[in-house]
């Protein structure tokens, strides 16, 4: 059996003994009506980031088919503000690669994410996933190789203290239980996530733990295996809607806010890339970082500031962006080095068996690990829009093979040590730095929307209406103005608690 499908927590995928990539119409009526499914969920992403869900009865097996080949009809205007009430109507068509049960529905429920299609049956040109499907045509056009990636979901969990086992403050990275309260929550999520399709890489509690006014503060993340750029961003999009459902569920609050008080971690969701060309990640070469993965780093070195417009999308993102946080204030990157923007992570190029030497009765594996090597953005919060972000991602790291001298770019912006420590502070003073509020970071991408909205990847309207966004939010000099003012603090964590 493929190794691929054994052991697969993908309903579909293990009853139908097929990967959800070749799905088809008729693979999900089979499941329906052998199944006994009654309902049928279409879902898409709107402006605000948030899945939108839209439920059909299956009335009979003419209704069933006609829902899944023509899709239906949705008011446009209510879901992005570039589109105009007078002329709003939107199809949105189901992806049958994305079909998933619903883990929540007491009627048996099929869910899949949704296209979107203009009034002449064309891919909405401005729509998330249509822009993250150019970026991705275009990177492979440019390259003549796959853009893969996967996020880190980091998030906390909200709940009353019940005063045992108090975890101590700031410290609870892979904390094991009783200390880590909400381990069950996490892995109840994961299994959820997996059933609904995600490759989940691993899950543990992170290093925010507090307690204040008798609730616990927990951080978790939940982090994904590098999959096709598109696939990646669906997965995410689900993963936050199954979190949110399960805290629902369970009495308990969760969020996603990249900094919900002074002090105290931050929650990112940083990004993971790897360039695949034929099966084969190209990210090494003989044991040491290729230039092909550092001519995409130079590309996301050039693009970083508009970068954020994408990842960093309200107020309360650039009081995460701060010196001492282990999140990145410059354009750099480094190895292992969690003060840069582009990190790279251990990628498993020692030359030695270190399953063997743990453990003496296994032969030599001879396990290919340059496959686990990526390169890690850390900029991008939980505001991000998922799509707009990993296709802002695909288009940087495009960008820096149409550079002439990315490999000087990449020498350039390379520090191999701590930026923020005082005897450093030659170094960090040649480095660029990161927008430090919405306002910079929309002129950042005005400056660059020209490299965006080549090959017709992210529209004009798209990046309109981004930047006046980002804008509007006036916060030029909002982490100065609130300094030292907490009640307004707490009022801005408030107001963008549940972004994203």
Known sequence: MNKELELNPNLLVAYLGKPSSEFTKADIIEYIKENHVQMVNFMYPAADGRLKTLNFVINNMAYLDAILTCGERVDGSSLFPFIEAGSSDLYVVPRFRTAFVDPFAEIPTIAMLCSYFNKDG???????????????????????????????????????????????????????????????????????????????????????????????????????LPVNAEQAADQLMIAKWIIRNLAYQLGLD????????????????????????????????????????????????????????????????????????????????????????????????????????????????????????????????????????????????????????????????????????????????????????????????KAQRGIYEKYNVFSPAMIDGIINKLSSYNDRTLRSDIDGKPEEMLALVKKYFHCG
């Open 122 to 224: 064309e891919p909405l040109e401005s729509s998330p996933e249509n822009t993250l499907h150019k970026a991705c045509v275009a990177f492979n056009k440019v390259t003549g190789m796959e853009f893969q990636a996967m996020g880190e979901l980091e998030y906390y969990v909200i709940a009353p203290d019940g005063g045992m086992f108090a975890a101590t403050d700031q410290r609870g990275y892979h904390e094991s239980a009783p200390y880590a309260k909400f381990n069950d929550f996490r892995t109840k999520c994961m299994a959820y996530i997996a059933q609904a399709g995600g490759q989940i890489k691993y899950g543990h509690s992170e290093v925010g733990n507090f307690t204040i006014d008798g609730m616990i503060y927990e951080q978790n993340e939940i982090e994904f």
């Open 254 to 445: 969760i969020t996603f806010a990249p900094k919900i008080t002074t002090g105290k971690a931050g929650s990112g969701l940083h990004i993971h890339m790897r360039i695949v060309k034929d099966g084969q990640n190209q990210m090494l070469s003989e044991g040491v970082l290729s230039n092909t993965a550092r001519t995409a780093i130079a590309g996301m070195m050039i693009l970083a500031p508009s970068i954020t417009a994408f990842g960093n999308t309200n107020p309360t993102s650039y009081f995460r962006l701060v010196p001492h946080q282990e999140a990145p204030t410059n354009v750099c990157w480094g190895d292992r080095n969690r003060s840069v923007l582009v990190r790279v992570p251990l990628g498993w190029a020692t030359k030695s068996d270190m399953s063997k030497i743990a453990n003496p009765l296994e032969e030599e594996s001879n396990y290919d690990t340059t496959q686990k090597q990526t390169v890690e953005m850390r900029s991008p919060d939980g505001s991000a829009d998922l799509y707009q972000l990993i296709a802002g991602l695909a288009v940087a790291c495009r960008y820096g093979f149409e550079l002439d001298n990315a490999l000087e770019i990449a020498e350039k912006t390379y520090v191999n040590v701590n930026i923020h420590k005082s005897e450093n502070i030659d170094k960090l003073n040649t480095l660029a730095q990161l927008p430090d509020s919405c306002a910079t970071s929309a002129e950042a991408l």
